[in-house]
């Protein structure tokens, strides 16, 4: 069998709403998706439609009001909240629109952190941060706090810091949403790189269109459904 096509993520069924009664707001109704081993799907649709709660969902954030989420092959839904974090960590990166880092640590600090937490060895993870600043072409910044660095740069350390552990599956909420078009297209340009070069399979949901076509495959959310996308007809 292809190992490519194997799936690392599966959403089945899936069901989400918030609120209740009369206010009732259903974003999500009987959703499928699959993300196979090596994929990059761009998750292109308009703004309150539920690309985060997917996301959220897929990332073991969120638990569905209806269906199955597996990570890897592993059905999630019924484990422990323990246990649904040991997975996210072990499986799962994530880059969102705004940065994330921790403000009181350099960029290379920031990208060391989940490794040490995975239980690595200071050096490794230092040469593996290393490697990742260098290879986004940030490796001068090193020793700069978050507050030191560009967007750009703030969202490069970031894309570092979701594939230090060689996630099973990469997640990112709209990475270059909050920047100027030539940044976002240079960020997009190194993520993507980066993601292809380290076989990452990648869900990135993103407003823009010409970015989108640059994945595998695009899909859109439509009646609380996932379907297939054309972003060139768009
Ligand atoms: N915790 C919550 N409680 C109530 N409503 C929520 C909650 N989270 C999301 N929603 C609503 O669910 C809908 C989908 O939200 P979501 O953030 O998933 O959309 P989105 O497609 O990512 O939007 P955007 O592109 O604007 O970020 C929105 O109408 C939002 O207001």
């Known amino acids: 069998m292809n190992q490519m096509k194997k799936p690392v993520l599966t959403l089945t069924g899936i069901d989400r709403h918030y609120g209740q009664g009369e206010s009732v707001l259903s974003i999500l109704k009987g959703a499928n998706f699959t993300l196979n081993a ?3 799907v761009a998750l292109v649709a308009p703004s309150g439609t539920g690309k985060s709660t997917l996301l959220h969902l897929a990332g073991l954030l969120e638990h569905p009001d209806a269906g ?12 422990s909240d323990e246990r649904r974090t040991a997975i996210r960590r072990e499986s799962v990166g994530f880059v969102y629109q705004f940065h994330h880092l921790l403000p009181e640590f350099s960029a290379i600090e920031n990208i060391m952190m989940p490794q040490l937490i995975a239980g690595l060895g200071m050096a490794e993870a230092r040469e593996r941060a290393s490697q990742l ?39 990112a909420d709209e990475p270059t949403g909050n920047l100027d078009p030539e ?34 495959r695009c899909v859109t959310l439509a009646d609380g459904k996932v379907i297939a996308y ?4 768009a």
């Open 38 to 40: 090596g994929e990059t």
């Open 133 to 171: 600043l260098d290879y986004m072409r940030i490796g001068h910044r090193a020793s700069h706090r978050p507050a030191e660095l560009s967007g750009g740069e703030q969202q490069r350390v970031a894309i570092a810091r979701a594939v230090a552990n060689a996630p099973l599956v990469l997640l």
């Open 68 to 79: 199955e989420v597996k990570v890897g092959g592993l059905e999630c839904n019924g484990l």
């Open 183 to 216: 940044t976002a297209s240079y960020v997009f340009a190194a993520l993507e790189a980066l993601v292809r070069q380290s076989g990452l399979s990648a869900l990135i949901a993103t407003h823009n269109h010409d970015l989108a076509r640059r994945m595998d």
């Open 230 to 233: 054309d972003p060139g007809a």
